[in-house]
């Protein structure tokens, strides 16, 4: 056989509408203990433990399959709620697919509970601390009470005063970087049910100059997205705070909030 494998993308708890689905081709559902799983049989000779480990290392093969992997997800999201599972799970058999469902089915159906009716937003905030150290005297009273004072100093004194207001002004920038991280991060949680604070990224990963200093996930409510992008919105267009910049990206299956556990698993 060369398709003998069962890649999983999904599970869903009601019947899943096709017209909806960007890739279908292949794609079907089996109806296991109640609950709707999206699979796909693919070949070992792509997909086998493997050959799979081999292929992640093509960026292109895997820019395809995941970008496929999520577009599939977030099609059936359009009419149902699902419980999205990692790019590459596979099951040699649907023997071990129906075991698996059945071992989990309690943890899987409380999951359904819980996400049903929300979205997954993920929010990054950057800053550019050019900028921001551009105006910080108009932000930090130490800073600009050190200018005053070179201002006011002869040159070697003022030599000094400068030596010391370089570390100032990191220190400051640090400080306020935390202050309007912190400060994004509670009106966004506000308005959410759930949040996950993920690792910050470095500059090699996200291919920007600014630096990151917020990286997370929030679970919005269906009835509160709305005023979710407004809240965004309005932090954009604040005055004074062009050294942020908010990338907001939603709704994405709900990765970050799904537990799942065996049943009889505390």
């Known amino acids: 056989m060369t398709s003998d494998l069962i890649y ?5 708890d009601s019947a899943c509408e096709t017209d909806s689905i960007t890739d279908t081709e292949g794609l079907k559902f089996l109806l296991i203990d109640g609950f709707y799983v999206s699979v796909k049989y693919v070949p070992e000779s792509e997909f086998s433990e493997e050959n799979f480990k ?20 977030t099609s059936i999201m359009e009419s149902n709620t699902v419980i ?14 129906r075991k698996f469902v059945s071992d989990y089915s309690d943890s899987l159906a409380e999951n359904f509970e819980r996400i049903r009716g929300k979205e997954e937003w993920a929010v990054k905030i950057y800053c550019n601390r050019k900028m921001l150290g551009d105006k910080i005297d108009e932000l930090s009273e130490e800073a600009a009470s050190l ?21 100032v002004v990191e220190n400051e ?31 090699e990963f996200t291919g920007r100059e600014d630096t990151m200093i917020l990286n997370s996930a929030f679970f919005v409510s269906k009835n509160r ?25 939603g709704p994405w299956p709900p990765f970050s909030f799904i537990s799942i556990k065996e049943k009889g698993a505390g």
Not at 147 to 167: C, D, N, V, W, Y
Request: aromatic letters at 12%.
């Open 8 to 12: 999983v993308y999904c599970i869903s």
């Open 54 to 73: 081999r292929n992640l290392s093509d960026l292109q093969w895997l820019e395809t399959n995941a970008r496929a992997h999520i577009n599939v997800i």
């Open 84 to 97: 999205p599972f990692k790019f590459g799970t596979l099951f040699a058999a649907e023997a071990g697919l």
């Open 147 to 167: 200018e005053e004072q070179i201002m006011a100093s002869s040159p070697g004194k003022a030599f000094l005063l400068k030596r010391k207001k370089t570390e």
């Open 173 to 203: 920038l640090n400080r306020l970087c935390q202050k309007y991280g912190q400060q994004y991060f509670e009106a966004f949680n506000n308005l959410s049910d759930a949040t996950r604070l993920n690792n910050l990224l470095p500059k």
């Open 225 to 249: 997205v709305t005023a979710f992008k407004t809240a965004v919105d309005m932090i954009r267009n604040e005055d004074g705070n062009s050294s942020f910049f908010i990338e907001t990206t």
